[in-house]
């Protein structure tokens, strides 16, 4: 009975092990589940994943709200936003607030839609940790609004800050992937194997 118990820890400790390793899954902000018109500052979570969103000090709070657009609808807005997203709140005493979103823990990777309050513009993205990207806009045909998508992957940071020279933001299915946690080296893999292996055969010789 005890060998059998010590067989079953050693199963969990190497299972354990190896899930530590394991690349967290990735975290998708579509605002379908928070509150219609919830404005900035406020938090939302996804796949273990918190993501803060707020706007400039001076603009909040209310820099951004959630809105509602339908791609089926008769006069849809935007066509690469669906349902809800994170808008400029139309009461902002600054329509230009560049968005910032604070992560619970470590990003690698971020994508997401954007849409601006003009016809011409872009999207740009800057971390914590040094990282930057941008993103140019274009206005699909049949609608009014410049429209595009951003993505950004380099060093794990904590803080993403969009800016656009454009008034007005709106932004929609943010996928933030965590940074992974350190990957075993498949000599650590076998020390452990390796170890309980030992465990068990004096085990079995007491």
Do not use: K, W
Not at 13 to 18: E, G
Not at 58 to 82: K, M, Q, R, V
Not at 99 to 115: D, E, G, H, K, Y
């Amino acid at each position: 009975m005890a060998q059998h118990c010590l067989s079953r820890l050693a199963l969990v400790a190497v299972a354990t092990f190896l899930l530590a390793a394991a690349r967290a899954e990735a975290a998708v902000f579509n605002f379908e589940t928070d509150q219609l018109a919830a404005s900035s500052p406020f938090s939302s979570t996804s796949a273990g994943l918190t993501a803060t969103f707020a706007g400039s000090s001076f603009a909040d709070p209310g820099a951004f709200e959630i809105s509602y657009n339908s791609t089926s609808g008769p006069l849809p807005l935007y066509s690469g936003l669906n349902g809800a997203f994170l808008t400029t709140a139309l009461a902002s005493l600054d329509p230009s607030s560049p968005l910032t979103i604070s992560f619970s823990q470590p990003v690698a990777s971020l994508s997401l839609n954007f849409a601006l309050g003009s016809r011409t513009g872009g999207l740009s993205l800057t971390t914590n940790s040094g990282g930057s990207a941008q993103a140019p806009g274009a206005v699909p045909s049949g609608f009014n609004f410049a429209e595009g998508a951003l993505s950004f992957s380099g060093a794990g940071f904590t803080v993403a800050t969009l800016r656009t020279g454009a008034i007005g933001l709106a932004v929609d299915d943010i996928v933030a992937t965590p940074a992974a946690t350190a990957v075993p080296e498949p000599a650590s893999v076998e020390l452990l194997g390796a170890g309980l292996l030992g465990l068990l055969a004096r085990r079995r010789r007491a």
